[in-house]
């Protein structure tokens, strides 16, 4: 299967349809909005569509809920992962893959070049395994 996903590039799994957003909404915005969509993180984007930071579910537990802030009034810019890593679409999925797992994140946007094309997830992994076989 490693060999399989080493030719696999990230544009063939990830997730196309992105759900992005401000870095200015409050962090309840957020959570609605991951609600709605069944995800886990969305990507925060600067007004010209630069990757400006994610904001997980780790991060909604660990830097709001867990800090006894409030959701209502706390901007997601607060809380938000800031230095977020960023695949290329052609990047291997397997190396992708590696590095999620060594740097411990479930989520890594995809860019094709400066544009953010897409996201990966560790749901899109399994998916490609259950579609390609072992």
């Known amino acids: 299967?490693?060999?399989?996903?080493?030719n696999i590039p990230a544009k063939e799994i990830m997730t196309k349809e992105l759900l992005s957003v401000e870095p200015d909404i409050t962090v309840q915005e957020a959570a609605e909005i991951m609600d709605k969509n069944n995800i886990g993180a969305l990507v925060v984007l600067s007004p010209i569509h630069d990757v400006l930071g994610i904001f997980t579910e780790r991060d909604l537990v660990r830097r709001v809920v867990a800090k006894k802030l409030d959701p209502a009034k706390t901007k997601i810019e607060k809380v938000m992962t800031?230095?977020?890593?960023?695949?290329?679409?052609s990047d291997s999925a397997w190396e992708l893959l590696e590095v999620m797992f060594r740097e411990?994140?479930?989520?890594?946007?995809?860019?094709?070049?400066?544009?953010?094309?897409?996201?990966?997830?560790?749901?899109?992994?399994?998916?490609?395994?259950?579609?390609n076989g072992s």
Request: glycine residues 4%; contains cysteine; charged residues 25%.
């Open 1 to 6: 299967m490693q060999n399989k996903m080493k």
């Open 104 to 131: 411990k994140f479930r989520h890594l946007p995809v860019v094709d070049g400066r544009k953010v094309v897409g996201i990966i997830s560790l749901k899109d992994f399994y998916n490609c395994l259950l579609q």
């Open 82 to 89: 800031p230095k977020v890593m960023v695949a290329q679409a």
